[in-house]
Each structure stands twice: as C-alpha cells, then as structure tokens.
C-alpha cells in the first residue's frame, strides 16, 4: 500500500498566506514536503514559516512575490531554483477578480485576470518542468472553481478565467511527460476571506443581510455547511502524492454536492 507522504520532495504553494493555500502548505508540511510559500503579504508569510517547520517540513521558506509581475517572478523563481533545488509541486492558487457580470468588464479586467491566473502559471510551469522530468516526477494541481462546470452568476471575469485554466490544464495533461502529472480542484462554498468578501459584496447590493446571503447559499448544498480550507487541501494533498499517480487531468469538485451536474 502506498503511504500518504512527500518526503525529498520540494512543493510550491502560491497564495500560501491565508485560506486554502495556506490550509494546503500546512497539509503539505505535515506529509514531510520541503515547501517554499509565495504570497503577496510578508507578515502573514513570516507568521506561516514556523507553523509549516512544526507540521514536519524538512524547510520551509517564505518568497514575497506578486504574480501580476512576471517578469520578476521569472527571474526570482530561476534564482529560488539555483539555490534551493528543483520543484517538484506545484500549487497554482491565486485570488479571484472582482465580482460583477462579464459584460461590464474592461479589457484591463480580463488581461489581468488571465494574465494572473493563466500566464503565471505557464511561467511557472517552463521553469519547473526540466527539473521534473530529471527526477521523473512532477505535480501541478490549480485550485480553481466549480464555475469550470457551472458558471456562477455575478462573477463573470471569474467564470471566464477559470474554464481558460481547466482548457490550459486539460491541454497540458495531453503532452506532459509520464510520471508529471496535472489536475484542477474545484472548491465550492469555503470559508475564506474570498467567499465572506463575495457574501458581503452580494447582501450589500441586495440590501440584505450576509447572514441571510449565506442561508440562502448553503440551502443548496446538501452538506449543509461551508467547507473548511482543510478540506480541499487534503485532496490537493493526495493529488500532490504517489498514491495519485494515475490521476491526470481531472477536476475534482470539492463542494459538499454543490454542483447539478455529473
């Protein structure tokens, strides 16, 4: 039986400083990964460091990085791969656009929405690849959304860019190497700083309550409750293992049964 763990590997959690990327650093941590944590907010990284070292990383290293910057992020993730080794996994987690129908939306909203989700990641992806194919082993899980199956009224920029995601992941499943592997997670309603700010964003424009918003949005899921960050990080972290091995190119809804759709 293959075990549930990540030791000698080096994994990549962008987005680590708060809600599910930070809830799979933590899960990644604790199956022994080496985890280099990229997010925006330096605090909030130098506060992540030592809680990842305690759930058992064998390092555990903040990078204070902007996607929206690629052309430092290439160089700096050249730099990080010189010094610290190859990368064995990847987790492409990163904010959503703001909220609002699609056919509002500027060009700007779209280019950075796609540039941040979708071009970071390709990035990310030329420089990681050749140590994966030296070691023969590689994961690349994109935290997404179930809008890839059943687009999400209100958030038209979000639903745009996350099927670009799945099509580019989808895509990539074709043509990376055996033994590399890429899927998408579907998270659905979790509690995170995200989903309060959607709730917030929605009772205010309806001149209702948030509570009464969150009623009404967890009346469809048979669950009954919001997930938990964790959640959806386990199966990131068992995508992220051997035992996943011949798991490739999927999206796995993590929703409580949200989703209609087969």
Same mark, same amino acid.
């Given at each position: 039986?293959?075990?549930?763990? #990540?030791?000698?590997?080096?994994?990549?959690?962008?987005?680590?400083?708060? &809600?599910?990327?930070?809830?799979?650093?933590?899960?990644?941590?604790? #199956?022994?990964? *080496?985890?280099?944590?990229?997010?925006?907010?330096?605090?909030?990284?130098?506060?992540?460091?030592?809680?990842?070292?305690?759930?058992?990383?064998?390092?555990?290293?903040?990078?204070?990085?902007?996607?929206?910057?690629?052309?430092?992020? &290439?160089?700096?993730?050249?730099?990080?791969?010189?010094?610290?080794?190859?990368?064995?996994?990847?987790?492409?987690?990163?904010?959503?656009?703001?909220?609002?129908? +699609?056919? *509002?939306?500027?060009?700007?909203?779209?280019?950075?929405?796609?540039?941040?989700?979708?071009?970071?990641?390709? +990035?990310?992806?030329?420089?990681?690849?050749?140590?994966?194919?030296?070691?023969?082993?590689?994961?690349?899980?994109?935290?997404?959304?179930?809008?890839?199956? *059943?687009?999400?009224?209100?958030?038209?920029?979000?639903?745009?860019?996350?099927?670009?995601?799945?099509?580019?992941?989808?895509?990539?499943?074709?043509?990376?190497?055996?033994?590399?592997?890429?899927?998408?997670?579907?998270?659905?309603?979790?509690?995170?700083?995200? +989903?309060?700010? +959607?709730?917030?964003?929605?009772?205010?424009?309806?001149?209702?309550?948030?509570?009464?918003?969150?009623?009404?949005?967890?009346?469809?899921?048979?669950?009954?409750? #919001?997930?938990?960050?964790?959640?959806?990080?386990?199966?990131?972290?068992?995508?992220?293992?051997?035992?996943?091995?011949?798991?490739?190119?999927?999206?796995?809804?993590?929703?409580?049964?949200?989703?209609?759709?087969?």
């Amino acid at each position: 039986m293959l075990a549930l763990e #990540l030791s000698g590997r080096h994994a990549l959690v962008c987005g680590a400083s708060q &809600g599910i990327g930070r809830a799979v650093a933590l899960e990644l941590a604790g #199956l022994g990964a *080496e985890v280099t944590a990229l997010a925006r907010s330096e605090t909030a990284l130098a506060a992540l460091v030592p809680r990842l070292l305690e759930a058992g990383a064998p390092a555990a290293r903040a990078w204070v990085a902007d996607l929206d910057d690629r052309a430092s992020l &290439g160089s700096a993730l050249e730099g990080r791969l010189a010094d610290h080794g190859p990368i064995h996994i990847v987790v492409n987690n990163t904010g959503g656009p703001a909220a609002g129908p +699609l056919v *509002e939306a500027t060009d700007d909203d779209v280019l950075q929405a796609i540039g941040r989700h979708v071009l970071a990641a390709q +990035l990310i992806l030329t420089r990681v690849l050749p140590g994966m194919r030296q070691a023969g082993f590689g994961r690349f899980v994109q935290v997404v959304s179930t809008s890839v199956r *059943e687009p999400i009224d209100g958030l038209g920029v979000s639903n745009l860019t996350r099927a670009a995601v799945a099509g580019w992941a989808k895509t990539l499943s074709r043509e990376l190497p055996p033994g590399i592997t890429i899927n998408n997670v579907l998270p659905g309603l979790t509690d995170t700083e995200r +989903l309060a700010e +959607l709730m917030r964003d929605r009772a205010a424009k309806a001149g209702h309550a948030v509570e009464d918003v969150q009623h009404a949005w967890l009346e469809r899921v048979p669950e009954g409750r #919001l997930a938990d960050p964790a959640e959806v990080a386990r199966v990131i972290a068992f995508l992220a293992t051997e035992a996943a091995s011949y798991v490739r190119g999927t999206s796995i809804p993590v929703d409580g049964g949200l989703m209609r759709s087969i």
